[in-house]
């Protein structure tokens, strides 16, 4: 993996989101709502620790992995690497773009992947922060249609970058 400005910027965003992490959930009470209804309710608990470690590992750990998937990609066979019409993609002379599309497609669904998650552990810290303890499922709804739309226009992206071969 380079570590060019982007790569810089990446890392400081997690920093940024860990130390989130870690300052908020530093105020949660001993036993954490993790699992919430549809109307907003807790039905489901873990203790602050876990919870805390689950968040880190969710919202940093997993996209950063997929940065490190990216800067991967090239040094995979290409057996492993799963894109449309593969056979033609991964010629040698196409080879080298193609791996660029798809590491710079999994660093953009790591930076979606990494604010979602993020504004999760905001709203879970919100709902401790009221009493009675409610989660906003309207923003959650809205965040996760946001999350949708951008995965959306990562794969749709994917698909016009790699077409079928003429």
Same mark, same amino acid.
């Given at each position: ?35 919430? +209804? ?68 999994? +660093? ?52 016009? +970058? ?5």
């Amino acid at each position: 993996m380079r570590f060019d400005g982007q790569g810089r910027r990446f890392t400081l965003a997690c920093i940024a989101v860990a130390a989130f992490v870690l300052l908020t959930a530093a105020d949660l009470p001993a036993v954490v709502a993790t699992h919430f +209804r549809m109307d907003g309710s807790p039905d489901g608990y873990l203790s602050r620790h876990a919870y805390t470690v689950g968040a880190l590992l969710l919202a940093v750990a997993l996209p950063a992995a997929l940065t490190l998937l990216a800067g991967l990609l090239g040094r995979l066979p290409d057996g492993l690497l799963n894109l449309p019409h593969r056979q033609h993609w991964l010629q040698p002379e196409r080879r080298p773009a193609s791996i660029a599309f798809m590491a710079g497609l999994c +660093r953009y669904f790591a930076a979606v992947l990494l604010l979602f998650l993020c504004f999760v552990h905001g709203l879970i810290v919100m709902a401790h922060a009221q009493q009675p303890l409610r989660l906003d499922t309207g923003s959650l709804l809205i965040a996760a249609g946001v999350l949708l739309l951008a995965v959306t226009a990562g794969v749709v992206a994917m698909l016009r +970058r790699f077409p079928r071969p003429a």
